[in-house]
């Protein structure tokens, strides 16, 4: 048996948006460690004698620390094996991957990572929205709305200044501060889009102005876990067909109905 860990992206929600080394790792797993926004469905890959446990955190409430999180890994890898980290999204984009394979190497654990779609770029896909057009954007940036020390990226007034497309992740919370920092730029009618469960059946969205996003969140409950896009890009938003097919939205709402 030799100790193993490997940190998996689970892509941005929807199941199908896995990749096909993600399931192999998943289903070579002794354990797997699976966060919040991780599609659980996705579990069903799992040998039936694997051990899962949740170490997610959801309204601020944390299963695990991170350095509980990490001195788990170690020892389930030590004892059982081959432990996956399942994370949503990419876990080197804002998913402290890089932290948890740093501390199992301490150990003399062997580790490898498997990308996974990052939402930052999926969910305004999904919403037609491209973050880079020719004449529209030349660029984009993706921030972290919340800090470690929980205050405002200073990056988000360093990109309100540019002409880029900007993603906020994890940015609900200082959504007032972000507006006042565009307003500020005199941005205050730059277009704006909101995607709450991107990729899900159950994606809410708003889209407005600077100067009118917070009455429209208000309006669509939006909240967390939700992606801010900023840019002429949203103006660009293509009308796709809807992709989810009868049986999807029947069976997330078997789920929704006995959660």
Request: hydrophobic share 45%; net charge neutral; glycine share 8%.
């Amino acid at each position: 048996m030799t100790p193993r860990l490997t940190i998996v992206g689970a892509g941005p929600g929807d199941v199908d948006l896995i990749t096909v080394k993600a399931i192999k790792a998943i289903k070579s797993a002794d354990v797997i460690m699976y966060d919040a926004l991780v599609n659980v469905e996705l579990l069903q890959y799992a040998a039936p004698n694997t051990e899962l446990i949740f170490v997610g955190k959801r309204k601020g409430c944390y299963a695990y620390q991170q350095n509980q999180i990490n001195e788990l890994i170690v020892q389930r890898a030590l004892r059982f094996g081959h432990v996956v980290r399942l994370k949503g999204g990419d876990p080197f984009i804002f998913g402290r991957g890089a932290e948890e394979l740093d501390y199992a190497k301490e150990y003399a654990i062997e580790v490898a990572i498997v990308p996974g779609i990052s939402s930052s770029a999926a969910v305004p896909a999904y919403q037609g929205i491209p973050l880079t057009k020719r004449n529209a954007a030349e660029s984009f940036w993706v921030i972290t709305g919340t800090t470690k020390s929980h205050e405002i990226s200073g990056d988000i007034a360093l990109a309100a200044k540019s002409t880029a497309t900007v993603v906020i992740l994890m940015g609900m919370s200082k959504l007032s501060e972000i507006v006042q920092i565009f307003s500020k730029e005199g941005k205050s009618e730059t277009a704006i889009a909101i995607i709450q469960n991107g990729t899900r059946p159950n994606e809410n969205v708003g889209i407005g102005k600077m100067s009118n996003i917070e009455a429209i969140v208000k309006d669509k409950q939006l909240s967390n876990p939700a992606i801010i896009i900023i840019g002429e890009v949203v103006n660009q938003r293509v009308d796709l067909t809807d992709i989810y097919t009868k049986a999807d939205l029947a069976q997330y709402n078997i789920q929704k109905q006995t959660a």
